[in-house]
């Protein structure tokens, strides 16, 4: 079988890069119950099976017998049947994971750098933690890792993903923080702006993010005439991060390099429960509703600065380690000698390519 050469693009938004993304597709159709296990094995079998001595036979088809995996009502069915449609439906992703996988092991190993067995443990916490992070104003709460599980285990069935492919982004993702954290160099002035954004003055407002002007102009009809605004982000923003919160975004002080300019000013120009008119900023109409003002915690720099540093590097890793996932797969040297493997990951790079050509990326942001 003649292999070909390629080097296509990854998902814009790869599988398993964090929880949030597994978290976006819980609305899909539950798999039946058990699919998962018997996928898992199919696969696994079929990439340990030993190579055999001598060629079978060639069948009517002009492919050669093979053994039956399964007998389904005494009919026996082909080990290459079974393959061939998880090589269709799964392979390229699981294709994907695993040459960025490769791709990072050997990067690491040529700086130097090890993951162990408590990285890995590290990247799965930081999973169930997000699942189960509290709105942006409740107070700090312990994982409660149970909770988390049964999250993940259900968006896990939703996505027809086993945990052992999970667990390969697990294990990517530990190596991808720990190539990009050894680069990152933190200036001291970004340092005492986290503490600010953290300890200092900060704004907490909800907003409503919508995609044209006449859409906001709605919105504000709507909460003149009293309309419930969380209800309204929850059922109209076009940000689905915090739409679930009901639009409740994370306190930031005035001076949050990461909060657009005109969303700070308008924040601290209102006075609580006071609800601004409809602004532009960046890719979409913004409404405003403050809530509150939260005056400086008194901690001192000195106290906070490991912690701070920690929370600093762990928010920068994250647009780093998917620029490195991107920059992993497209310079791999990938050789694909299947033909039904060939033929999926052509069939998705088409509809990659199509899709960045329609229109550009209309994500909300961060």
């Known amino acids: 079988m003649s ?37 898992d094995r199919a696969w696994n079998d079929a990439r340990q099976a030993p190579p055999r001595d001598e060629p079978d036979q060639p069948t009517a088809a002009g492919r050669p017998a093979e053994e039956a995996l399964v007998t389904v009502n005494g009919r026996p069915i082909e080990r290459r049947r079974i393959v061939d449609l998880l090589l269709a439906g ?21 700086r130097g750098l090890t993951v162990n067995e408590t990285d890995i443990q590290a990247e799965y916490a930081r999973s169930l933690e997000t699942l189960t992070a509290p709105p942006p104003s409740a107070e700090p709460q312990p994982l409660d890792r149970k909770a988390g599980q049964a999250i993940l285990d259900d968006i896990l069935a939703r996505r ?29 002035e970004q ?13 907490e407002v909800r907003h409503i993010q919508l995609p044209g002007l006449s859409a906001a102009q709605e919105v504000r009809r709507r909460l003149d005439a009293g309309a419930d605004f969380a209800d309204l982000a929850r059922h109209m923003s076009a940000n689905p991060d915090t739409a679930r919160n009901g639009g409740l975004l994370p306190p930031f002080p005035d001076t949050d390099p990461d909060v657009p300019p005109l969303l700070r000013e308008v924040a601290f120009a209102l006075k609580d429960g006071e609800v601004s008119n ?25 106290a906070a600065r490991q912690d701070t540093e920690n929370r600093l590097r762990d928010r ?16 791999a040297d990938i050789i694909i000698h299947d033909a039904v493997l060939r033929e999926a990951v052509d069939k998705r790079r088409s509809g990659a390519d199509k899709s960045d050509n329609a229109a550009p990326d209309s994500g909300a942001p961060d």
């Not at 799964?90 to 040529?110: D, F, M, N, T, Y």
């Not at 027809?160 to 001291?188: C, D, F, H, T, W």
């Not at 920068?316 to 310079?331: D, G, V």
């Open 3 to 39: 292999s070909v050469r390629t080097s296509t693009g990854p998902n814009r938004y790869p599988v398993f890069f964090c929880a949030s993304v597994a978290l976006a597709a819980a609305g899909c159709a539950p798999r039946p119950a058990g699919t998962a296990v018997r996928v």
């Open 90 to 110: 799964h392979g390229p992703g699981i294709l994907e994971q695993i040459v960025v996988l490769e791709s990072a092991r050997r990067l690491a190993a040529q």
């Open 160 to 188: 027809n993903i086993s945990p052992a492919e999970y667990q390969i982004g697990m294990e990517r993702n530990a190596y991808l923080r720990k190539l990009v954290q050894g680069q990152l160099r933190i200036p001291e």
């Open 191 to 203: 340092l005492r702006a986290e503490f600010d954004r953290t300890y200092g003055r900060r704004v």
């Open 278 to 302: 409809p602004f532009h900023v960046e890719r979409g109409w913004h409404i405003l509703r403050r809530e509150r003002i939260l005056e400086a915690t008194p901690v001192d720099f000195d």
């Open 316 to 331: 920068l890793s994250a647009p780093a380690m998917q620029q490195l996932y991107r920059s992993l797969y497209t310079q």
